[in-house]
Nanobody, 119 residues
């Protein structure tokens, strides 16, 4: 199983950025997808998740109304659309997958992609 997150970069506050998470080696539609981030010197933080079908999403409070998680089960790819970015969104972002949407831990993790938001 491989998850590859990409799309990070350097942006300015207020900009938008879309991260992608390409999955292989698994039946993607059978897995929930989560996004996490880790800012420099801080603990890893859960950002949000999406159900297998993509109909339902959940987000941490700090990104609600700004971030949108979606998925394309044909392309085996999930997305994290980030709008109105703030400097505090600067972090390495990771995508995860698990068959259990309610799992406390996630089975598969991708390598991170760095997002830097300048003020």
């Amino acid at each position: 199983v491989q998850l590859q997150a990409f799309g990070g970069g350097l942006v300015q506050a207020g900009d938008s950025l879309r991260l992608s998470c390409a999955a292989s080696g698994l039946i993607f539609k059978n897995y929930a997808v989560g996004w996490f981030r880790q800012a420099p010197g801080k603990d890893r933080e859960w950002v949000g998740k999406i159900t297998l079908s993509g109909r339902t999403t959940f987000y941490t409070d700090s990104v609600k109304g700004r971030f949108i998680i979606s998925r394309d089960n044909i392309k085996n790819t999930a997305y994290l659309q980030m709008n109105s970015l703030k400097p505090e969104d600067t972090a390495v972002y990771y995508c995860t997958a698990d068959k259990n949407f309610l799992a406390a831990s996630w089975s598969y993790w991708g390598q991170g992609t760095l997002v830097t938001v300048s003020s």
